[in-house]
T-cell receptor, first 116, second 111 residues
Framework: KAGVTQTPRYLIKTRGQQVTLSCSPI?????VSWYQQTPGQGLQFLFE???????NKGNFPGRFSGRQFSNSRSEMNVSTLELGDSALYLC???????????????FGEGSRLTVL | KQEVTQIPAALSVPEGENLVLNCSFT??????LQWFRQDPGKGLTSLLL?????REQTSGRLNASLDKSSGRSTLYIAASQPGDSATYLC??????????FGAGTTVTVRA
């Protein structure tokens, strides 16, 4: 069974640009969540989607957005990049069977973003 | 707001010693708690998931306990090996379904 796949694995951008990261969940999983990991702030929750609906959102500015497609694949976008956005962005999927059930989380390897 | 704390931030033990990792949380209204390990530059690997109605979970050399009333979970790793060296994180999902992570405990097992 294939795991969670994130692309690209590494990318370098400059301030002011925008970036789109992609996440393909484990087959059959309908919940996808995104996290930012930095040495200073640790792991912080960005948002979570279930069946194309955002059901939870962390405390990040509106420059961070996401969406989920009908095949459960998800993308997150960061606009007007800042130096502080440099981080490892992790995606996780879960095999929750309904909107109000959350099961075990499985993480991808992450996308490492460097903003120059 | 749920606050999750992991103490100590780092520990080093000789091979064969048992490991005890602690996770505390401030709001006992939790849905579940999950333990992960993370190797440098990698994603998180799930170790154990404990639902709020459970007191413990076991998998091989790993055992995790949950005490909601005191806001604590403990991960025990028996007979540690150098391959257990990693950062261990606990994540608490509250009843509003938001997930909060601890900062992690970095473990070094010396051969």
């Amino acid at each position: 069974k294939a795991g969670v796949t994130q692309t690209p694995r590494y990318l370098i951008k400059t301030r002011g640009q925008q970036v789109t990261l992609s996440c393909s969940p484990i087959s059959g999983h309908r919940s996808v969540s995104w996290y930012q990991q930095t040495p200073g702030q640790g792991l912080q929750f960005l948002f979570e989607y279930f069946s194309e609906t955002q059901r939870n959102k962390g405390n990040f500015p509106g420059r961070f957005s996401g969406r989920q497609f009908s095949n459960s694949r998800s993308e997150m976008n960061v606009s007007t990049l800042e130096l502080g956005d440099s981080a490892l962005y992790l995606c996780a999927s879960s095999g929750g069977t309904s909107v109000f059930f959350t099961g075990e989380l499985f993480f991808g390897e992450g996308s490492r973003l460097t903003v120059l | 707001k749920q606050e999750v704390t992991q103490i100590p931030a780092a520990l080093s033990v000789p091979e064969g010693e048992n490991l005890v990792l602690n996770c505390s949380f401030t709001d006992s209204a939790i849905y579940n708690l999950q333990w992960f390990r993370q190797d440098p530059g990698k994603g998180l690997t799930s170790l154990l998931l404990i639902q709020s109605s459970q007191r413990e979970q076991t998998s091989g050399r790993l055992n995790a306990s949950l005490d909601k009333s005191s806001g604590r979970s403990t991960l025990y790793i028996a007979a540690s090996q150098p391959g257990d060296s990693a950062t261990y994180l606990c994540a608490v999902r509250s009843n509003d379904y938001k997930l909060s992570f601890g900062a992690g405990t970095t473990v070094t097992v010396r051969a």
